[in-house]
């Protein structure tokens, strides 16, 4: 029964860190703000749950689960808001969500230096 | 197990100060820092498992909370300039 | 005086004190239920006791929809994660409106933030009756027009 669950974990565990590997491909590959978002949504819903449930199953005690599940939790809600705020705030800043190539090398911290 | 994942946690978040480092709009970098700390999160919880201390989850329950707030901060401080004077 | 309301959100804090520290001790307890009253006194005194601050309204329909939320990650992952390993990057990005049907603040913010969790789309911004979407590919688009989401949450939001 414990071998079980820990093969089960592993696989939990590697999958969500593979996840995240493929999220931050993601972040580096696609070509504008825009996208790079739903490449930073898998770290945040897929891999870090999976890292999470990974970790709840070789737990020891009850609370460590419980913690492990108030983090969750906390991801659950902030992540969604944090990607939000980034997409409305790229908006507002106008960037333009149906041109990609009109959002590359517009650095404006880099105007405001010169 | 948990040293190999955490390894791989570990390169995923090398990759996204590649993102950071790059740009090239503050958002992008914002993002990547925001994923950066996401996984930052998880690899305090994971450090943990790997060194036998659970009190390293009670860090990372903070680390989140603060990771969030800290991504808002920087967007409102980029937009405004300011974190909110009195009008 | 005091509604159901305060009181859940004072057994919730109280509950999560608890099961945080982790030890049993009649002090540590005695000050966990200070606290506790303290910050349900501040959040009185602040008004936001209410449907928005601690929407107890949604509690059991929540538990019907979360699983069904939990199953479109699980597919939106494969397919975002498919498309940015692909070699060609063949992408079809885009952003269109969608419109959104619930009644309450809370309903609709849980709708942005169901879209916004679910990978592939994203929300760019919110108005009362319609949310501007980004999709990875415009057929994630097309499915959110098609409202099974909308529907469902309009189904969980409750009466406030």
């Not at chain 2, 925001?34 to 390293?56: E, Y």
Request: contains cysteine; proline residues 4%; charged residues 15%.
């Amino acid at each position: 029964m414990s071998l079980a669950i820990d093969i089960l974990s592993g696989i939990c565990l590697f999958t969500g860190a593979v996840l995240m590997i493929i999220s931050a491909l993601g972040v580096i590959r696609l070509p504008d703000l825009f996208t790079r978002l739903h490449g930073a949504s898998i770290a945040d819903t897929g891999g870090a749950f999976l890292l999470l449930i990974g970790m709840v199953l070789q737990a020891d005690t009850f609370l460590v689960a419980i913690k492990l599940g108030l983090i969750g939790i906390v991801l659950f809600f902030t992540a969604p808001t944090a990607s939000h705020a980034v997409a409305h705030a790229a908006l507002i800043g106008g960037l333009s969500p149906d041109d990609p190539k009109a959002n590359q090398g517009k650095d404006e911290a880099e105007e405001d230096r010169t | 197990m948990f040293s190999l994942v955490t390894f791989l946690v570990v390169i995923a978040m090398a990759m996204t100060l590649i993102r950071a480092v790059r740009g090239p709009t503050p958002y992008d970098r914002i993002l990547a820092v925001n994923v950066h700390g996401t996984m930052t999160v998880l690899l305090i919880a994971l450090a943990g498992f790997l060194t036998d201390r659970p009190d390293f989850l009670d860090l990372s329950l903070a680390y989140a909370l603060l990771n969030f707030v800290g991504t808002l901060a920087a967007l409102k401080f980029f937009k405004h300039g300011h974190l909110g004077e009195e009008s | 005086m005091v509604s159901a309301r305060t009181f859940s959100l004072f057994l919730v804090l109280f509950a999560t004190w608890l099961l945080l520290s982790g030890i049993w001790d009649p002090f540590l307890i005695a000050s966990g239920a200070v606290s506790s009253l303290l910050v349900v006194y501040l959040a009185h005194r602040m008004s936001v006791i209410d449907g928005e601050g601690h929407p107890i309204q949604l509690s059991w329909k929540l538990l019907t929809y979360l699983p069904w939320l939990a199953w479109q990650i699980l597919i939106s992952n494969i397919a975002v994660c498919r498309m940015v390993l692909s070699p060609s990057m063949k992408l079809d990005a885009g952003s269109g409106w969608v419109s959104a049907s619930q009644k309450t603040p809370v309903g609709l913010v849980t709708f942005a933030n169901s879209i916004t969790l679910t990978p592939g789309t994203v929300a760019l911004a919110v108005y009362p009756d319609t949310i501007q979407v980004h999709a990875l590919d415009r057929s994630g688009i097309e499915e959110l027009k098609a409202g099974e989401m909308n529907r469902r949450v309009c189904a969980m939001e409750g009466q406030s």
